[in-house]
């Protein structure tokens, strides 16, 4: 687990001090937590590692869970409420296919599907991107896409950058990840971050650099 972490610190290190700043992120994904399977230890290790740390803020890109289900989504909530540092959460395809609520839960238990926030000239955004119908491909709603344009064009100021969250890469997987990137490249981002591979995995889309991870030590 260390490893781990402290290799994504410094894939986002390099990445923010080439514009002259720093901002160190703690990046989750594709954890896959049932009550009592192994991998809810695992999160539990990197939970305490986490707070630990001197991290700026924590992200889970999405499934955190293996069916979606309200019981499983209320026991990993139990674990993930132990981290101590601000902290952001999207769902994945575990929990879209298999919601016993139609992601209701999900947005009951973390307030929303989709969130923003900066730290110093770093603008973060990540959203929801299903898929909306089971075993689908991934898609961003409308509504999903026309809120991150407006948000983004309020909030990125001269001099400012934009991470783009996702659990989906931008790449085939997402459906309408054309309609995506025609957004993010009006904006200066320094790279897209997903999850969904299980894999660490480099990548370009249009001009905009993507990075999928983390890798498999914490995943079925």
Same mark, same amino acid.
């Given at each position: 687990?260390?490893?781990?972490?402290?290799?994504?610190? $410094?894939?986002?290190? +390099?990445?923010?001090?080439?514009?002259?700043?720093?901002?160190? /992120?703690?990046?989750?994904?594709?954890?896959?937590?049932?009550?009592? #399977?192994?991998? =809810?230890?695992?999160?539990?290790? $990197?939970? %305490?590692?986490?707070?630990?740390?001197?991290?700026? %803020?924590?992200?889970?890109?999405?499934?955190?869970? #293996? =069916?979606?289900?309200?019981?499983?989504?209320?026991?990993?909530?139990?674990?993930?409420?132990?981290?101590?540092?601000?902290?952001?959460?999207?769902?994945? #395809?575990? =929990?879209?296919?298999?919601? &016993?609520? $139609?992601? *209701?839960?999900?947005?009951?238990?973390? @307030?929303? !599907?989709?969130?923003?926030?900066?730290? !110093?000239?770093?603008?973060?955004?990540?959203?929801?991107? @299903?898929?909306?119908? *089971?075993? @689908?491909?991934?898609?961003?709603?409308? =509504?999903? /896409?026309?809120?991150? !344009?407006?948000?983004?064009?309020?909030?990125? *100021?001269?001099?400012?950058?934009?991470?783009?969250?996702?659990?989906?890469?931008?790449?085939?997987?997402?459906?309408?990840?054309?309609?995506?990137? !025609?957004?993010? *490249?009006?904006?200066?981002?320094?790279?897209? &971050?997903?999850?969904?591979?299980?894999?660490?995995?480099?990548?370009?889309?249009?001009?905009?650099?993507?990075?999928?991870?983390?890798?498999?030590?914490?995943? +079925?």
């Amino acid at each position: 687990m260390k490893r781990f972490i402290s290799l994504l610190f $410094a894939v986002l290190a +390099i990445a923010l001090a080439m514009q002259g700043g720093v901002v160190r /992120l703690a990046i989750l994904s594709d954890v896959h937590v049932t009550p009592g #399977n192994a991998n =809810e230890g695992k999160l539990r290790e $990197a939970v %305490a590692e986490i707070n630990a740390t001197d991290v700026d %803020a924590v992200m889970l890109t999405g499934d955190l869970s #293996n =069916e979606g289900s309200d019981e499983q989504l209320r026991n990993v909530k139990g674990v993930l409420d132990g981290i101590t540092h601000p902290f952001y959460i999207i769902p994945g #395809n575990h =929990e879209n296919n298999w919601s &016993q609520s $139609a992601c *209701k839960t999900f947005n009951d238990l973390w @307030g929303s !599907d989709r969130f923003v926030f900066t730290v !110093d000239n770093l603008v973060v955004v990540g959203m929801n991107c @299903g898929p909306f119908m *089971k075993m @689908g491909d991934g898609h961003i709603k409308q =509504e999903d /896409l026309l809120w991150l !344009d407006s948000t983004l064009n309020v909030m990125v *100021k001269p001099g400012m950058q934009v991470l783009s969250v996702n659990h989906y890469p931008i790449l085939d997987d997402l459906d309408n990840y054309r309609a995506y990137v !025609d957004i993010l *490249k009006k904006y200066p981002v320094i790279t897209h &971050q997903c999850g969904h591979y299980h894999s660490w995995r480099l990548y370009e889309t249009d001009g905009i650099n993507g990075v999928s991870g983390p890798p498999v030590d914490i995943c +079925i």
